[in-house]
DNA sequence: CGACACACCTGGATGC
DNA sequence: TGCATCCAGGTGTGTC
């Protein structure tokens, strides 16, 4: 369940647990994730002591003196820090033993993610070419404006293109496009500048509020309980395809963009 | 460049 | 109950 507030939130989450101990081992269940798991995660990290994790877009990167391993937690990664004796299940690909008597434990069932390695000093490609982050500010709807002028593709694509803001996940996109009043399938070059700057308000009130309600998951990353509750509760139109907009009262539609599922309010989205 | 389809992988829900 | 089908929160890659 990774969009940009479930990574934040394990980055805030691991944080204690993490900054500070050293990285005693690293154990390798199943090497074959998204990529290989970088060698340098057995041959630099153990011995390594983390000074700080750092989130750039969905990408957490856990620093040391000798390298950044870059994590992603693709569509169904989680990270959790667990007494060392509690026994893998299945699906958890990779522990780090840290000097505690824990390990950070990687689960992903469908091996989107990654555990990649950044040198020092150095931009991992996969991070060269990323857009602003959508809570930094360098974002805003005047950016947007200026970005999006001759496309013709979905505003929902084009929010959602890593290239040009980060962090926003299909969830998201849907649910700001719905707060900003703004039909997802509109080419991103028709949209108005005042519109883009609903847009830009409304993607960094939900990340912000979501990341806030996402804080009370932290006691997962010790012992795993049930799912952060706060989207079922309080989406407006995503997976609610054929229920009531929850301000006109009008059906919910679905379409596909870009291959994916696709949430709005006919009436309430032009 | 921009736009788009496809690929990667497993598991849960649904339908027959 | 068993099996086929569809769908899922991401994003790099290849093609036009």
Redesign the pocket.
Known sequence: ???LP?VETTRRGLYPHLVGRRVTDVVVRRA?L?WPVAEELQTVLPGQVVNAIERR???LLVHTAAGSPLL?L???GSLRVLPAAVKPE??DHVDWCLDNGHVLRFND????GCQLWQAPGTLHP?LQ?LGPEPLGDDFSGRYLWNLSR?????VK??L?D??VVVGV???YAAEALYAAGIHPARA??KVSAERYDRLAAEVRRILAYAIERGGTTLRDFISPDG??GY?EQELFVYGRAGEPCRLCGGAVRSVTL????TFYCARCQR
Do not use: T, V, W
């Open positions: 369940m990774p969009e479930e074959k998204r877009a969905k990408y992603h693709g569509m169904s299945l699906h069932p469908r091996r989107f996969l070419d001759a496309r013709k593709a979905a694509l084009f959602m890593q290239r996940g299909n969830i991103a070059g799912q952060p989207f870009g291959q994916r599922s």
